[in-house]
């Protein structure tokens, strides 16, 4: 019966992108609006061999699909600004409507009128006075793109996963708001409506902060999935049904994949069901631990065994890259301190921490790995669901690949 509802909401997907290509590429131009998420210079060359430098945009369509597009240099573009364009769409093919494409573009007009993420950027922006350090929380909190060079530091250092808003995020705002919510609730429960179940009541509260959240910064795809597990997770918690499990996972990223289709293409999203899954695959195997190993162990196991995906897809590496670990387990103090000082508008007690994080200069490495070294570690973590020796030669592999990009 659930596979035949996946089934039918995974068609009526489908068909309805399907149609909305069809209708897009009707003609060979199309005006649609679209918000700047990225843009940088880059170097053309004419089939002449002349230079010249061009602006890349990256923009995201209101009807949902993601494209590059140039323009001149000269034009002043911000992050979060809406443009109207004409684009030339008659060789867009649907995969590539579904992924992302290129295509020429004229920018018709640009709104002046600033959203109201641009609005909470100036905000965030008001109470620093380093640009980078700006960029960092704006990314933090807006999931505002961050600017080529730090997103490379960020990357030497490990942390890409702590700037570049998630799941993780996710449950540390969840973390908090519970606790926020609990003491005020429980006072006014005790008088007042004793009859009420609080977790009930207290999952519905969040889960609607977080889904406005969610709107807000436009839905991205890990904390899509992240929200997505928070509500089918209460679901069967509710029904006393175990939550930390791998048919959880399965449900979550095959519900999301049959209603957002697009998302099959977003490696942020499988990043994150990595993450997850290694995460519950320490939990189901390793619960006679206590809880101050498992927390302690976690960073660790996640690192190393998330670290092959890591070096595949992104290649920079560092000495520093496994210091990532303790700074993870720091930042879910970090984070809620941060939201709470910018709420009262001394966001700036912390920016010397992350001067001092941005100074740390180590010379890194591309390492050439191929893509057919993920195989491996794919294939033993399927067999690790069903034989515990699997786990431990998926963790002597991805040990392996740590001792090889150190020794680099």
């Known amino acids: 019966m659930i596979i035949a509802i996946i089934l039918f909401i995974a068609s009526y997907s489908l068909l309805s992108e399907y149609n909305n290509y069809k209708n897009f590429t009707r003609f ?36 949902g699909f993601t494209f590059y597009s140039s323009t001149k240099t000269s034009t002043q573009l911000n992050v979060g600004q809406t443009l109207q364009l004409e684009i030339w769409v008659k060789r867009v093919t649907f995969y590539e409507y579904l992924s992302s494409f290129y295509a020429f573009s004229k920018i018709i ?19 620093h006075e380093n640009s980078e350090i700006t960029h960092i929380y704006q990314a933090l909190f807006s999931a505002k793109s961050l600017e080529y060079h730090l997103q490379k530091q960020f990357s030497e250092l490990g942390i890409s996963h702590l700037v570049a808003i998630s799941g993780f995020h996710l449950s540390v705002l969840s973390a908090l708001l519970f606790f926020l ?19 009930v009541d207290s999952f519905f509260i969040i ?16 904390l899509l999935r992240a929200f997505a597990m928070l509500v089918i997770g209460f679901i069967l918690y509710d029904r006393g049904i175990e939550v930390v499990s791998m048919q959880t996972l399965f449900l979550s990223g095959i519900l999301l994949l049959s209603f957002f289709p697009r998302l099959i293409f977003s490696i942020g999203f499988w990043l994150s069901i990595a993450g997850v899954f290694y995460i519950f695959l320490f939990l189901l195997n390793f619960k006679h631990l206590k809880k101050i190993w498992q927390f ?6 996640v690192y190393i065994l998330i670290l092959p995906y890591s070096l595949i897809l992104f290649g920079n590496f560092s000495l520093y890259h496994p210091l990532s670990i303790i700074w993870t387990s720091l930042f879910t103090l970090f984070y809620p301190l941060s939201i709470a000082l910018h709420i009262i508008g001394f966001g700036n007690l912390l920016d010397s921490y992350l001067e001092s994080l941005l100074s740390l200069h180590q010379q890194s490495v591309v390492l ?12 033993l973590s399927f067999l690790s669901l069903v034989k515990r020796n699997a786990i431990y030669l998926l963790l002597c592999y991805s040990s392996c690949i740590l001792l090889y990009a150190l020794s680099q």
Do not use: M
């Open 109 to 127: 007009t640009s709104s002046t009128k600033p959203s109201y993420r641009e609005k909470f950027n100036t905000f965030i922006a008001s109470q």
């Open 28 to 63: 060979d131009s199309a005006l649609v609006s679209a918000t700047v998420q990225k843009h940088y210079e880059k170097t053309k060359y004419s089939k002449k061999g002349k230079k010249r430098k061009v602006q890349i945009l990256k923009l995201k369509c209101n009807k």
């Open 181 to 199: 919510f609990k003491y005020p609730y429980t006072f006014l429960q005790n008088r007042y409506f004793p009859y009420r179940n609080y977790h």
């Open 368 to 379: 050439q790995l191929s893509t057919y070294q993920l195989i491996i570690p794919i294939i």
């Open 296 to 301: 302690i162990l976690i960073p660790l196991w």
């Open 207 to 222: 889960a609607t902060i977080l889904l406005g959240y969610l709107l807000f910064l436009e839905y991205p795809p890990s």
